[in-house]
């Protein structure tokens, strides 16, 4: 049982350089989630998405998209990487309902010189 | 909007003696909870949740929390630390209505002193 799965685990790109992250989950779940972590900071909510075919902002959202391309995967885009994008990347996935446990993928560590 | 607000930082007991990680939540509609643990240079591991049933919760490793609705908070505790706790904690507040926004507070470090 795979969980959620996130490629590329590392990654270095040049400013201005563009990427997408890829995430997959096996669970079926309807909810899919993108954060990024850095220190002191926690992890925070770049963009979400409850169903298929639905994406919402979340706290940092500037300088990325996303793709909720089916019901398994939901990809995170930078356009452009800047500096200030180098962070470790979790995708997390969970059921729609409250209480269901959130599952994260293992993270990709992205490094923009 | 809903946000959490871990209190502290940097938490530091000695082995033995117990641990309180605080957590304040805000949100207009009715949360889940829950408690993640980040050991160093490892992936995010469920401590305890909270669905609206009992309101104080237990979780692994020993490790409770109890919802107090009236003061917005969602406490974790153990009764004795030991060295292996030492990680990074996190609570997170999960709202349904409408979307559905998992949101973390920024951590608290605990510190395990020997």
């Known amino acids: 049982n795979a969980g959620v799965t996130q490629t590329p685990k590392f990654q270095v790109l040049k400013t201005g350089q563009s990427m997408t992250l890829q995430c997959a989950q096996d669970?079926?779940?309807?909810?899919m989630y993108w954060y990024r972590q850095d220190p002191g900071m926690g992890l925070r909510l770049i963009y979400y998405s409850a169903s298929e075919g639905t994406t919402d902002k979340g706290e940092v959202p500037n300088g990325y998209n996303v793709s909720r391309l089916n019901k398994r995967e939901f990809s995170l885009r930078l356009e452009s990487a800047a500096p200030s994008q180098t962070s470790v990347y979790f995708c997390?996935?969970?059921?729609?309902?409250?209480?269901?446990?959130?599952?994260f993928g293992e993270g990709s560590w992205l490094t923009v010189v | 909007a809903q946000s959490v607000t871990q209190l502290d930082s940097h938490v530091s007991v000695s082995e033995g003696t117990p641990v309180l990680l605080r957590c304040n939540y805000s949100?207009?509609?009715?949360?889940?909870l829950f408690w993640y643990v980040q050991h160093p240079n490892k992936g995010l591991q469920l401590l305890l949740k909270y669905t609206s049933a009992a309101t104080l919760v237990k979780g692994i490793n020993g490790f409770e929390a109890e919802f107090k609705k009236s003061e917005t908070s969602f406490h974790l505790t153990k009764p004795s630390a030991h060295m292996s706790d030492a990680a990074e904690y996190f609570c997170v507040v999960r709202i349904e209505y409408r979307d559905d926004k998992i949101i973390f507070g920024k951590g608290t470090r605990l510190h395990i002193l020997p």
């Open positions: 669970m079926n779940h309807n909810s």
């Open positions: 997390a996935s969970s059921e729609r309902q409250g209480g269901n446990t959130i599952y």
């Open positions: 949100s207009s509609y009715s949360p889940s």
